[in-house]
């Protein structure tokens, strides 16, 4: 019986450590595939702390031209350290998010049907100082901007909230 377990838990692990998930939400299943941006690096900063980390990217469904587009950068502080800061900005599609008429969208996740064109989401969520269990994502008092140039999204001073109101400014440039 525990060798069964014990196979059993190492398939498992073997299978969910690969690139493609499968994720449902609301009933729905879709194909998440993250991919490395050949080892580029991003900087973001948060209230004023810079920081840098390893910039990826990731589409939400197994048709790249239609499924949301996510570029993504995480810092981890250290070896030592369990502290990491994640900075993800989504649009509705790779192609979309060179569009020059982008608007941030209020909350962390776009529509899933029929998505308004230019639109995007900013998360920002982490473990340490400052941060607690909810993201800091737009808001209809977020200030600031995000655009994208030359396959680079830049992020300037762009105020995110939590839920309950906490607030921190981001800025970032983050290459895909």
Do not use: W
Request: aromatic share 6%; glycine share 8%; with cysteine.
């Amino acid at each position: 019986m525990k060798k069964t377990i014990i196979v059993i838990a190492a398939i498992t692990l073997l299978v969910s450590c690969g690139d493609k998930k499968k994720t449902t939400t609301d009933g729905a299943t879709t194909e998440t595939t993250n991919e490395s941006s050949d080892d580029k690096t991003g900087e973001f900063s948060i209230d004023g702390k810079s920081v840098t980390g390893k910039a990826t990217t990731q589409y939400f469904g197994s048709d790249k031209e239609k499924s949301n587009f996510s570029v993504l950068c995480q810092h981890d502080e250290s070896a030592n350290s369990a502290n990491f800061e994640l900075l993800q900005v989504t649009f509705v599609n790779e192609k979309d998010a060179t569009s020059s008429t982008l608007k941030l969208y209020e909350g962390g996740q776009l529509p899933m049907t029929e998505p308004e064109a230019g639109a995007y989401t900013v998360s920002l969520s982490g473990v340490g100082e400052g941060f607690k269990d909810q993201p800091f994502t737009g808001s209809s008092k977020s200030t600031g901007s995000v655009s994208v140039s030359n396959r680079t999204v830049i992020v300037k001073d762009l105020i995110l909230f939590t839920s309950s109101g906490d607030k921190k400014t981001v800025s970032a440039t983050i290459p895909f």
